[in-house]
């Protein structure tokens, strides 16, 4: 599992390939996520991506 932590207003596109394409199809991995420190609470600023 990759665990990738930002810390933005919004999660964009860009970060969602961020972790798609280079750290899921890199390592191999099948299960990441994507998580944002800057939201009220924090299962808004969960996202789960499968390879």
Known sequence: MIVEIKA???L???HTA???ITYLKLSE???GLLLNFNV???KYG???LIN
């Open 29 to 31: 991995c099948k299960i």
């Open 40 to 42: 009220k609470s924090l």
């Open 18 to 20: 961020q972790v798609l």
């Open 8 to 10: 933005v207003e919004n």
């Open 12 to 14: 964009n596109e860009v």
């Open 46 to 48: 969960i996202k789960r």
